[in-house]
């Protein structure tokens, strides 16, 4: 218990380091009050451009990916899907606590991003199996995306659909069965629910029909020629 506990809130610390506030504040622009007021990567591109937007989302990825394999190398859980179930249960409660971290950072009084790109991070630090579901939600995000233009839809379309491919991954693999799939998927629909529940802002301006886009190749294309 006290391991889980030490590792769980070293990940929400790692996983609260803002690194998009940090980003935008180095080019003098406080990122809490432009754009969206999202510190995530969709928001720093946006306000302050593609480079500092790519960065902090190589970051936010990082920040879930290292504590996930750090806790998966002390606990003995990392790329063992015959682990005993309880350190599974224990492992993951790392990638969690990274998410979370990054959605409510105790650096900025607890103001945060959506957690797509430290939910990636961490299911990519878990098992194989999440790794195949994470490409699948990849593929889901980018279709969504060129269909509709909507990030906040495609993000959560993806993330919805991350659980659904590492319940059928298994299936497919049938010599990777094990007890070790129902904590995947828990906590995969987990982090589901929180990047959807982040969104619902999204969401709400879908339906009202007051969120922006991203501009196609179209778009810029003709923006150019004007």
């Known amino acids: 218990m006290l391991t889980a506990l030490i ?11 803002p690194f998009g506030y940090l980003i935008a504040r180095s080019r003098g622009v406080n990122i809490l009050k432009e754009g969206s007021g999202n510190i995530g990567a969709t928001n720093v591109k946006r306000v302050v451009g593609r480079g500092p937007g790519n960065l902090c989302f190589a970051l936010d990825v990082a920040k879930g990916l290292a504590p996930t394999l ?29 998410v979370v971290g990054h959605m409510f950072s105790p650096w900025l009084g607890f103001k945060g991003g959506k957690g797509v790109a430290t939910g990636l991070g961490a299911l990519l630090g878990v ?29 959560v379309c993806a993330a919805i659909s991350v659980p ?12 990777y069965l094990s007890a070790s799939v129902l ?23 879908i339906l009202a029909g007051t969120e922006p886009k991203i501009r196609s190749t179209a778009d810029g294309a003709a923006a150019k020629a004007q």
């Open 183 to 205: 904590p995947m998927l828990a906590m995969s629909g987990l982090l589901a629910v929180l990047v959807v529940a982040r969104h619902r802002g999204n969401l709400r301006r």
């Open 127 to 155: 098992f194989w199996v999440l790794t195949l579901a994470v490409v699948g939600g990849l593929l889901v995000w980018l279709a969504v995306l060129k269909l509709s233009r909507y990030v906040g839809l495609a993000s």
């Open 164 to 175: 659904i491919w590492a319940a059928l991954l298994p299936i497919i693999f049938e010599g």
């Open 70 to 98: 750090a806790a998966g190398l002390i606990l003995g859980t990392l790329g063992n899907l015959d682990a005993p179930p309880s350190s599974i249960w224990v492992w993951l409660l790392t990638p969690v606590a990274a």
């Open 7 to 17: 590792l769980a809130s070293t990940a929400y610390l790692i996983g609260g380091i």
